[in-house]
């Protein structure tokens, strides 16, 4: 079974079990900080990240599939040039050790194409997210 499969399924079987006023485990998905480096405002660049929430969750229940008691905190660091695309990124910061979530974490976001600049050549950016799991009821 393909992963965005997989993934599909497991969000599904959660919401199932939410209906069904079964306990589950969800994800809290939350940025601590953003820390301004240098250069433009870097609010637009959090936001389209944020508006890409989804495959950061995604990498974190693939990393649950094995590591059921994962949980920490990470800070990603990145530049991104003028074109929206992104020159450079690093995991400044973890608590996590699992090298899994985080080089997916980091693949997911070079993917992402953010807004362009004309104004400056570069925007570099610092974002702190928390991973861990809360049973509902």
């Known amino acids: 079974m393909n992963q ?21 485990v969800s994800l809290l998905f939350s940025s601590c900080a953003v820390k ?6 870097p609010q637009p660049i959090i936001d389209a990240y944020k508006d ?17 008691n994962l949980s920490g905190e990470v800070t990603l660091a990145w530049t991104v040039l003028g074109s929206g695309v992104v020159d450079t990124a690093w995991i400044k910061e973890t ?32 974002y702190n997210l928390t991973f861990k799991k809360q049973v509902a009821e």
């Open 4 to 24: 965005l499969k997989k993934t599909s399924l497991i969000y599904i079987a959660v919401h199932i079990a939410k209906l069904l006023g079964l306990v589950f």
């Open 36 to 41: 301004h480096l240098r250069g433009p405002d």
């Open 52 to 68: 890409q929430k989804q495959g950061v969750q995604d990498c974190y229940y693939r990393a649950l599939e094995k590591h059921p």
């Open 95 to 126: 608590s996590l050790d699992h090298q899994g979530l985080e080089a997916c974490l980091l693949d997911h976001l070079k993917a992402v194409q953010f807004p362009k600049t004309k104004r400056f050549a570069k925007i570099s950016v610092e």
